[in-house]
């Protein structure tokens, strides 16, 4: 709170010095960055309470509990790849072995249990400051920001872009889950994707650990998966 309440003072004194409107208004918009943040460092990741997305690049994703739980499939790799998040435990899943591995999460951390959920929030208020900062000549950022509206699977998505160098990216929310990813370079780690179905429900069964899956150590799970 003392980080935030020095940022939100020198943000008035430095409008009150120059005069500038833009920086005046930059200061609502560093309190919706702020509060944002905070929402989704408590756990509630999206602002709807369950959804399932499916991507152009084999990924599959579902949540409830506004994201406190919920399960990834990637079928983008030779082998499909499961990974839940539930009841403060993460499982990685192996469908070939029918194995799985399940590890406990910090009880006091709940942006830890849901690290790779993070990958499909959109943050729109700390893009939505971006493009306003890039705008200001005395707080240039690196890559020129701009603000974009997108129709994607559906659903009306508000969004940036931005160039840095060669580089293009694309971004786009609905309710804070991510829907666009573009990035037109041709890195090894290139995470581009576009959602392609969105509906506001929960696949329950991504979410359920298979009976007939083993429960297996740290070292059988690799060895099987290999």
């Known amino acids: 709170m003392k980080k935030r309440f020095k940022f939100l003072a020198f943000a008035a004194i430095a409008a009150s010095l120059t005069g500038c409107e833009a920086i005046t208004d930059m200061i609502d918009d560093t ?4 509060a944002e943040q905070e929402e989704v460092m408590s756990g509630k990741l999206f602002q709807i ?20 739980n919920c399960a990834i499939s990637d079928k983008s790799k030779t082998e499909e790849e499961i990974i ?20 406990s999460n910090a009880e006091d951390l709940d942006i830890e249990i849901n690290s790779y959920a993070m990958r499909f929030v959109y943050m729109a208020e700390l893009y939505k400051y971006s493009v306003k900062a890039g705008k200001i000549e005395t707080m240039v950022t690196a890559a020129n920001f701009k603000s974009e509206k997108f129709t994607i699977a559906g659903k009306s998505c508000e969004g940036v872009s931005y160039t840095a160098g060669k580089e293009t990216v694309k971004m786009a929310g609905y309710k804070r889950v991510m829907m666009l990813l573009e990035d037109n370079s041709d890195s090894e780690d290139n995470d581009s994707m576009r959602a392609t179905s969105f509906t506001e429900k929960a696949d329950a069964a991504m979410l359920t650990i298979p009976s007939d899956y083993k429960e297996v150590n740290v070292n059988d799970y690799y060895d099987g998966a290999e």
């Open 49 to 68: 309470e369950q959804a399932t997305v499916e991507y152009n690049n084999g990924l599959k994703f579902t949540f409830t509990d506004y994201g406190k």
């Open 84 to 103: 839940v998040i539930k009841d403060k435990s993460t499982y990685f899943l192996n469908p070939e072995e029918k194995t799985y591995m399940k590890i």
């Open 31 to 34: 309190e919706a960055m702020i």
